[in-house]
């Protein structure tokens, strides 16, 4: 796999958004009443990750975040610092304002563009991978939980539940998250798609 270094978010804001999630995980932590060592047990990250991980220190990977993230009973998008809930008929956000995660060791990014986040039980994130990369498996979502992505550019492998499926630009694809997933790009060119996730209640 190559290996390719970067903060935790764009390259203009990291640093905020490094520290915003790890505040985040803090503030979810002690609201659900968990301490370091339980939030360990639930999400198989160890307490110093953990610990590093609230203070801003250490830039999770995608698969330690979602972990986290699963473990807390909380959307990636809601630690990374999704958008401020808003109202109205049209809610327009800038590209400039995304917030965008990036995997530290690899350099997969999620651009979180939905402007109103959670609006409908969904959200839509925009993911980069570059070439030869791997989000490895990922934790599963609660039942109820459906992804649909497009693949807009390059070629993405997606594996589920024993299934692996080749995409090319312009494929499609709907999977039910509730069981461990992942995505790959196993070419010497980045690739680019768009996913939706639901989440029924």
Do not use: W
Not at 49 to 55: A, G, I
Not at 94 to 115: L, N, Q, W, Y
Request: proline content about 5%; aromatic content about 4%; overall charge negative.
């Amino acid at each position: 796999m190559t290996e390719q270094h970067g903060n935790a978010a764009g390259p203009e804001h990291g640093d905020d958004l490094a520290g915003a999630f790890g505040g985040n995980v803090r503030r979810r932590r002690e609201e659900a009443g968990l301490t370091l060592e339980q939030l360990s047990a639930q999400s198989s990250v160890s307490r110093a990750m953990l610990s590093k991980v609230e203070r801003g220190e250490k830039s999770p990977t995608i698969g330690v975040a979602s972990r986290i993230a699963h473990a807390l009973d909380a959307s990636l998008s809601d630690l990374i610092g999704a958008p401020a809930a808003a109202s109205g008929v049209a809610i327009v956000m800038r590209k400039d304002d995304r917030p965008i995660f990036r995997d530290p060791e690899t350099g997969f990014e999620r651009h979180m563009v939905s402007a109103a986040p959670g609006a409908g039980g969904a959200e839509m994130i925009i993911h980069h991978l570059p070439a030869q990369v791997s989000t490895g498996l990922l934790p599963a979502y609660p039942p109820g939980a459906e992804k649909q992505l497009v693949v807009l550019d390059g070629t993405l492998t997606v594996a589920i539940g024993g299934i692996v499926e080749t995409l090319n630009a312009g494929d499609s694809l709907f999977l039910q998250a509730d069981a461990d997933h992942g995505f790959a790009n196993r070419t010497n060119t980045r690739c680019e798609y768009i996913m939706f996730i639901s989440r029924r209640t």
